[in-house]
């Protein structure tokens, strides 16, 4: 099944704009010729980064038919808090849902424990006299007198944005519909969001949650957005803009203006796409993703060759977190990255993170005016990034300037020598990192050791072994190209538009003549979506799923459901299939109690043709003279100093060549450490691939 025809040209073009670096990615399907390119992000204007990649790749937008991005603009301006001024219009009695939230404690004990800050202040909630019974059916009629004169107040005050939720609108939305309609006559220029448009789910903190987040972010995304458009279009682009949704799947620039949240995780989410195509050539079904940034670490799972997604993420950390209940791959972040600033605690402690030097002013070493020694920098301290060979020697790193401030912020004030606070902190910096491994196996029921670790972004396979060590792992994927995977994963996306419907039955009184349309509603919506988007797919497939729980509990699983159980109404399938997934995550089921289902889910995707993972040259076990760049000093924890190591230039490697750790390994992006002990392979894709010491797998 296809759509409308794809722009004329051939040449693909995908940005992601991390904290750190922009990455960019070309792809000409006619040549099927791949470039990279990578630059500083420039926070103050971020499409300038966007064009210098470009320009570095060697890509030129008036010849491109298609612009792909994933970027961390929604949710660093969710984290940052500097969005817009944002107003809450909610049904009366329900004003301080938001801040009450599910009055959770995670840390009983934490005498400084916080609960979560709302993105509006209570100040800017207002009332509506309005409601909805749980079935849908009318309470209270909405009155549009009151509306209006609420809308020119919110106008007169400046307000701009407004997240408008009605209780049970997930049920009937027509309030919520009328009311968006008249704030957008009344107030033009105002960024409106409504709540049934983003999640059509029950739980009214989560949803309150997602809207507001939605209208705070919105004018300010849809700012960016529209102002990449103008850009590209000046530089002659008159293709398709498709953005990169949390999910991994793409949806249009037009619908990402409006719907914000979807973009949240799309950067770390499109990681794991390039992740799976990966794994599906080297016919692995089980890996995590690693990737490291200069900001954060991030993980997400591919199990049994289908990546692990979620109805919704705790945005801000679990203690103070706030809920988005949307669609997104499951993704677990700590706030480490190279460029995270080392720091001491009022107790005297070494802490990493979660403060970034970002790309401005950057690590010390960058040479930009940072002053804050970062993980990078202690990096460079010990060896295991070249002063003259960073971004294959186009940024030249000042030793002298980040063994300084490591003496002066770090090693001094702990009486160690500025070696052992560079060592000290990796390891604070590993484990952290560990963490988001486990996040994303360990905390869902899954055995991390059996998983491979796919190690990616500029700095993740400067640190794989070290985490992969730390959680007993034992096989590690060094793809081509890591530096710029996120950006390379996009060209494998997907148009894909999620649905799900909050629909609470009995498992044994489901009726699935009831069930049928239901679905089919959603699957319809989304092959007229994916019809209406600009560019050419393939194939449409559909995936349905169902949030399922034991009668009696308050929390469900989400079970993917295989279309022939539906066909054959088989009711003890599903049972079969939410038994096997609770014992995954909760390491019990009950096979013999009752279950129920709480919602219905669908995702609806249509297949785009993707690049061929390219090839390289045949060599013998020993790499090529010319691949091996030379000897330097490197530090190593388990060996206890320095130890002379032979470094490699990854683009001159062959497939078959072995080589032992230790070494390092080189390319322009992004540089591999491989430990004293480590075994490395070259497949024939060009992969790194690493057999931990000591770890069995």
């Known amino acids: 099944m296809a759509n409308q025809s794809q722009p004329a040209s051939a040449i693909r073009l995908a940005a992601d704009i991390g904290g750190t670096f922009t990455d960019i990615a070309s792809f000409d399907e006619k040549t099927g010729r791949l470039s990279f390119g990578k630059k500083l992000s420039t926070p103050d204007s971020l499409v300038d980064g966007i064009e210098a990649g470009a320009d570095e790749a060697g890509a030129d937008f008036a010849e491109a038919g298609l612009f792909l991005h994933g970027s961390t603009i929604a949710i660093n301006t969710m984290l940052e808090r500097t ?103 009344i107030n033009p220029d105002m960024f409106v ?50 953005v990169v949704q949390s999910t991994g799947g793409l949806y249009e620039v ?30 692995i079904e089980d890996a995590i993703s690693f990737d490291m940034g200069g900001t954060t670490a991030k993980s997400g799972v591919i199990y049994q060759g289908t990546p692990l997604t979620t109805g919704g993420a705790l945005i801000g950390g679990y203690d103070r977190a706030l809920p988005i209940q949307v669609a997104m791959m499951d993704i677990f972040e700590v706030g480490t990255g190279g460029g995270s600033i080392a720091h001491l605690s009022e107790g005297g402690s070494l802490r990493v993170g979660p403060e970034s030097a970002g790309a401005q002013p950057g690590p010390v070493c960058y040479g930009q005016g940072g002053e804050e020694p970062t993980v990078t920098d202690a990096n460079l301290i ?106 390379f994963g996009m060209l494998f996306s997907d148009l894909r538009y999620d649905y799900v419907r909050t629909w609470p039955v009995r498992l044994a009184d489901a009726d699935f003549a009831e069930i049928e349309p ?34 009696g509990q308050e929390h469900a699983v989400t079970v993917e459901l ?66 091996l760049t030379g000897t330097r000093p490197v530090y190593f924890t388990e060996a ?21 750790g230790p070494a390092v390994i080189e390319e322009h992006a992004s540089t591999t450490i491989v430990a004293p002990g480590d075994k490395v392979s070259v497949d024939g894709l060009g992969n790194l691939m690493i057999s931990a010491h000591g770890v069995s797998r």
């Open 254 to 283: 037009a619908q990402a203006k409006t719907d914000c949240v979807h973009m949240l995780e799309s950067g770390p989410a499109a990681g794991v796409i390039g992740t799976k195509a990966l794994c599906d050539v080297l016919e």
């Open 382 to 487: 010990l060896g295991r990034l070249a002063v003259d060979r960073f971004l294959g020697g186009d940024m030249r790193l000042d030793l002298e300037a980040a063994e300084k401030a490591m003496k002066i912020k770090v090693a001094d004030p702990l009486g160690l020598s500025v070696t052992e606070a560079a060592d000290g902190i990796l390891r604070i910096a590993n484990t952290a990192m560990s963490y988001a491994v486990k996040g994303v196996t360990t905390e869902r029921g899954y055995d991390a050791a059996s998983f491979a670790m796919v190690a990616i972004g500029g700095a993740g396979p400067l640190h794989a072994s070290d985490v992969a060590r730390e959680i007993g792992m034992g096989q590690i994927i060094i793809p081509q190209a890591p530096g710029y995977f996120s950006a």
């Open 193 to 242: 969001s409504v709540s049934h448009e983003l999640s059509q789910e029950y739980r009214e903190f989560e949803r309150t949650s997602t809207v507001a987040a939605n209208a705070y972010i919105g004018p300010k995304v849809r700012d960016y957005l529209s102002g990449i458009e103008a850009r590209i279009a000046g530089a002659g682009f008159n293709g398709s803009f498709l």
């Open 640 to 660: 206890g100093g320095f130890i002379e190591t032979q470094t490699y230039d990854r683009d001159l490697l062959l497939a078959g060549n072995q080589i032992d």
């Open 83 to 185: 969005g817009a001024k944002t107003a809450l219009v909610i049904t009366e009695g329900f004003r301080d849902v938001y801040e009450i939230g599910r009055v959770n404690r995670p840390d009983a004990y934490n005498l400084y424990f916080k609960k979560h800050e709302p993105l509006i202040e209570r100040a800017l909630r207002f009332e509506v006299n309005e409601r909805m019974y749980a079935e849908g059916e009318v309470y209270r009629p909405l009155i549009d007198a009151e509306v209006e004169a609420l809308a020119t107040r919110l106008g007169e005050m400046g307000i701009e944005a407004t997240a408008i939720l009605f209780l049970h609108s997930y049920r009937n939305p027509d309030h919520e519909i009328r009311a968006k309609k008249i704030f957008e006559r």
């Open 518 to 551: 239901i679905y089919g509603e959603m699957e319809d919506t989304g092959r007229a979506a994916i019809e209406r988007t600009s560019v050419k797919s393939g194939e449409i497939v559909i995936t349905r799923a169902a949030d399922m729980r034991y009668v």
């Open 562 to 627: 295989p279309l022939a159980l539906f066909k054959a109404q088989d009711r003890d399938g599903i049972k079969a299939e939410f038994d096997r997934v609770h014992k995954i995550r909760y390491g019990t089921s009950a096979p013999a109690e009752r279950a129920e289902i709480v919602s219905l889910r669908s995702a609806i995707t249509g297949l785009m043709q993707k690049p061929p993972l390219e090839t390289i040259q045949e060599g013998a076990e020993t790499p090529p003279d010319a691949a």
